[in-house]
């Protein structure tokens, strides 16, 4: 199967599924012209990345997670562990666009939205960076 063809049936773009075989995520087979041969091992990999992409995982935990896949002898408490570390900074981030939402929310009900040029938001915005919490 070309790059094409494996694109389509993983639903990646070729230019991910380069940039994936180029940081040694995927190694498809060479054709003796030189063109990559993607068997349907790579494909299931390919989907496997999608998902773990589409979950949020970063490049570095979808190795990990594609290691662990291929080691018949993982312990499932790895998995859980990248997961739930995942989990939490999601529930963080959750966190975090909550309080922006509301502090959004409080400036667009502040604002008359009329003819005339006060604006709470404008003013808010140029009265410089909000302190950043310490964590």
Known sequence: MNIGQA????????KTIRYYEEIGLIRPMRDTNGYRAFAQADIHKLAFLARSRALGFTIE????????YEDESRASEDVKRLAQEHLERIDVKIGELRSLRATLGDLVSSCAGDHRPDCPILN???SGPPARKRR
């Open 7 to 14: 694109a389509a049936a993983s639903g990646l773009p070729a």
């Open 124 to 126: 808010d915005l140029a």
């Open 61 to 68: 935990e979808c190795r990990a997670l594609l290691g662990l």
